[in-house]
């Protein structure tokens, strides 16, 4: 962190992790001067996305270095919350990490980890009682957009993970830079985190 901006932004990926998750959020991270955008994986090798894409990470979960980690969601989660090594990891990367977020069913990481005790979060509302099956002590927000609680960010399912791009730019490195973003990315930001119209 930088005078209390982040600047260095690590995407977790794993087999079966959903491209929208990740990329969504990235293409609007990478319009931000000077705040880095990395991708990383256990072992460095390419990772298959759900939709069959391969992607080649920069670095491992033993060389990361950074202050933001994201976990997204995707069918890979369904396995990752019983894979105890791989969240014993995600809880160490996160314990050197200034914020902590997470997209869609990538909450159920973070919960499974231990990653969201005693903070409010939210998650993809077709998966929402499978995500709040994990953890303890956690704010469920079944309507909410995002949630931001201190160095939590939740988003609710995919593509929530860009209007919670543009709630994190706005809120650290301000509105003016975000809503340009939004503008010449042609998004049409939701700004109510409160507020999820796929809520059920």
């Not at 979960?61 to 019983?82: E, H, M, N, Y």
């Not at 909450?107 to 980890?113: Q, R």
């Not at 399912?157 to 042609?186: C, P, Q, R, T, Y």
Request: aromatic residues 10%.
């Amino acid at each position: 962190m930088n005078n209390g901006r982040p600047q260095r932004v690590a995407f977790i990926l794993f087999d079966g992790f959903e491209l929208l998750d990740v990329f969504g959020p990235a293409e609007i991270f990478a319009k931000v001067p000077d705040l880095q955008v990395r991708f990383v994986s256990a072992d460095g090798a390419p990772v298959a996305s759900s939709q069959g894409v391969k992607i080649l990470p920069d670095t491992t979960f033993d060389s990361l270095v950074c202050d933001t980690v994201i976990i997204p969601g995707g069918q890979g989660t369904r396995a990752l919350v019983k894979d105890a090594d791989f969240l014993a990891r995600i809880y160490k990367m996160a314990s050197c990490a200034s914020l902590v977020c997470s997209i869609c069913t990538g909450s159920a990481v973070l919960a499974a980890a231990g990653l969201l005790e005693g903070y409010a979060a939210t998650s993809n509302k077709l998966a929402f009682d499978w995500a709040a099956s994990f953890g303890n002590n956690i704010d469920w927000k079944s309507s909410a957009r995002w949630v931001h609680d201190r160095d939590r960010w939740t988003s609710s399912g995919v593509a929530a993970g860009i209007d919670m791009a543009v709630a994190f730019v706005s809120h650290f490195f301000g509105a003016s830079l975000a809503e340009k973003i939004a503008h010449d990315l042609e998004i049409q930001f939701n700004s109510d985190p409160d507020h999820d119209p796929f809520a059920v």
